[in-house]
């Protein structure tokens, strides 16, 4: 695959409002899970909504090669106009679902259209959680628990509402919007800040890191801790599990990132980041690889990372150095857009950058593991009467 090249960067629109340091940077960016909306913490108390493909204007450097279906696609879609959602605090985290349309003789006020609703969580300096309605921004819910900053919020992605916040207070805490956004559990068992939550695809497992050099996986359906994963040298800063929940992979401080077998706990893979002289003209300077941010392509045989040392880099599942770099300079974190072929970073000083992704066509084999390991742990793999080559195939070891 080429290297990554930066389509498109949204940059604050508002001038500068306050003197602390984070009221500026960008520290999380989403697409809805359809990928007809992105949201950006651009600093300055502010989320952006903005419907997706981005205007032309925007996409100014592709203009010439966008189809002008686009233009239509987005007049059919009822014409979305781009949001500023006012939080009053410093937004850290946030986090999109889908609200299950109305069932019969039942109307949700937010949905009286009668169509499926798309909701915005956003996770306050203050420790709220303020929960949005995206087609008209209007405020559903402010979740109250949290005695610091809400870092990071992840969506069952099955649609029930459940959501899980990490904060700063050392908690991870889950709410049911279905239930008027009860809380319904608070994980204790951290003891630095949580930085980062990732629920997996098939809503079995959470994880979570903070400044430890462990990882915390939990059980979505007794809300307990399953284990430890431990193998950092230092803070552990982001996670991701795979599209078919078969991986995960954890991002830390000590500039590598660890794939782990989120069944048995073990380490697959470990992948290092070097620096790259030859890209940096400023190898005088003394720079640290500090990991920020590691997300899975969608189809699951890429990953992005988001480092220190001014580099996004692009690795192949099967591949132990980066396939592909871009320099960035402050990156904060990275996310795939859910249909594949580009990445949104944020950085410090507030801006977004969209990437070009590497396209890829899954091979049949990698469709029919993804398939089978949706449903299937890694134990229940290793208990097939099949070739053992074939077992390594789908628990992933053949790397």
Same mark, same amino acid.
């Given at each position: 695959?080429?290297?990554?090249?930066?389509?498109?960067?949204?940059?604050?629109?508002?001038?500068?409002?306050?003197?602390?340091?984070?009221?500026?940077?960008?520290?999380?960016?989403?697409?809805?899970?359809?990928?007809?909306?992105?949201?950006?913490?651009?600093?300055?108390?502010?989320?952006?909504?903005?419907?997706?493909?981005?205007?032309?204007?925007?996409?100014?450097?592709?203009?010439?090669?966008?189809?002008?279906?686009?233009?239509?696609?987005?007049?059919?879609?009822?014409?979305?106009?781009?949001?500023?959602?006012?939080?009053?605090?410093?937004?850290?985290?946030?986090?999109?679902?889908?609200?299950?349309?109305?069932?019969?003789?039942?109307?949700?006020?937010?949905?009286?259209?009668?169509?499926?609703?798309?909701?915005?969580?956003?996770?306050?300096?203050?420790?709220?959680?303020?929960?949005?309605?995206?087609?008209?921004?209007?405020?559903?819910?402010?979740?109250?628990?949290?005695?610091?900053?809400?870092?990071?919020?992840?969506?069952?992605?099955?649609?029930?509402?459940?959501?899980?916040?990490?904060?700063?207070?050392?908690?991870?805490?889950?709410?049911?919007?279905?239930?008027?956004?009860?809380?319904?559990q608070v994980l204790s068992?951290?003891?630095?800040?949580?930085?980062?939550?990732?629920?997996?695809?098939? %809503?079995?497992?959470?994880?979570?890191?903070?400044?430890?050099?462990?990882?915390?996986?939990?059980?979505?359906?007794?809300?307990?801790?399953?284990?430890?994963?431990?193998?950092?040298?230092?803070?552990?800063?982001?996670?991701?599990?795979?599209?078919?929940?078969?991986?995960?992979?954890?991002?830390?401080?000590?500039?590598?990132?660890?794939?782990?077998?989120?069944?048995?706990?073990?380490?697959?893979?470990?992948?290092?980041?070097?620096?790259?002289?030859?890209?940096?003209?400023?190898?005088?300077?003394?720079?640290?690889?500090?990991?920020?941010?590691? %997300?899975?392509?969608?189809?699951?045989?890429?990953?992005?990372?988001?480092?220190?040392?001014r580099l996004l880099r692009?690795?192949?599942?099967?591949?132990?150095?980066?396939?592909?770099?871009?320099?960035?300079?402050?990156?904060?974190?990275?996310?795939?857009?859910?249909?594949?072929?580009?990445?949104?970073?944020?950085?410090?000083?507030?801006?977004?950058?969209?990437?070009?992704?590497?396209?890829?066509?899954?091979?049949?084999?990698?469709?029919?593991?993804?398939?089978?390991?949706?449903?299937?742990?890694t134990y229940q793999v290793?208990?097939?009467?099949?070739?053992?080559?074939?077992?390594?195939?789908?628990?992933?070891?053949?790397?």
């Open positions: 695959p080429g290297e990554p090249v930066l389509l498109a960067e949204l940059k604050p629109g508002r001038p500068q409002r306050y003197d602390w340091k984070s009221s500026c940077e960008t520290w999380s960016v989403a697409f809805s899970p359809d990928g007809a909306w992105f949201a950006w913490s651009q600093g300055h108390c502010v989320v952006k909504l903005i419907p997706w493909p981005l205007e032309e204007a925007e996409l100014c450097k592709t203009s010439e090669r966008k189809s002008r279906g686009s233009k239509a696609e987005a007049r059919s879609r009822g014409a979305a106009k781009e949001k500023t959602l006012e939080c009053g605090q410093i937004v850290w985290g946030l986090a999109f679902s889908a609200w299950p349309a109305a069932e019969a003789g039942e109307t949700d006020p937010a949905c009286a259209v009668g169509l499926p609703c798309l909701i915005l969580a956003t996770g306050l300096n203050d420790g709220q959680i303020k929960v949005w309605e995206v087609q008209t921004g209007h405020l559903l819910f402010s979740l109250l628990g949290h005695q610091d900053v809400v870092r990071d919020l992840s969506f069952a992605p099955n649609g029930s509402l459940i959501l899980v916040s990490a904060s700063r207070d050392k908690t991870l805490r889950v709410w049911d919007l279905s239930r008027d956004g009860r809380q319904v068992g951290h003891v630095q800040w949580v930085y980062c939550c990732s629920i997996s695809p098939d %809503c079995s497992m959470l994880c979570s890191v903070a400044g430890e050099k462990s990882a915390l996986l939990w059980s979505m359906r007794s809300y307990t801790l399953i284990r430890r994963l431990e193998g950092h040298q230092s803070s552990v800063v982001s996670c991701d599990f795979s599209p078919d929940s078969a991986l995960l992979v954890t991002a830390s401080y000590d500039a590598c990132v660890i794939m782990w077998d989120p069944y048995t706990g073990e380490q697959l893979r470990t992948l290092r980041h070097v620096p790259l002289h030859s890209a940096l003209d400023y190898s005088s300077e003394v720079h640290t690889s500090s990991l920020r941010s590691v %997300c899975f392509s969608p189809e699951g045989l890429y990953l992005a990372t988001v480092a220190d040392d692009i690795w192949a599942l099967e591949l132990r150095s980066p396939v592909a770099f871009a320099p960035m300079t402050n990156g904060l974190c990275c996310m795939y857009f859910p249909h594949g072929g580009f990445i949104a970073t944020g950085t410090r000083d507030g801006h977004v950058q969209f990437w070009t992704a590497p396209r890829v066509l899954s091979s049949l084999k990698h469709l029919c593991r993804k398939a089978l390991r949706t449903f299937l742990t290793l208990a097939l009467p099949i070739p053992r080559k074939l077992k390594e195939f789908l628990t992933y070891r053949t790397f």
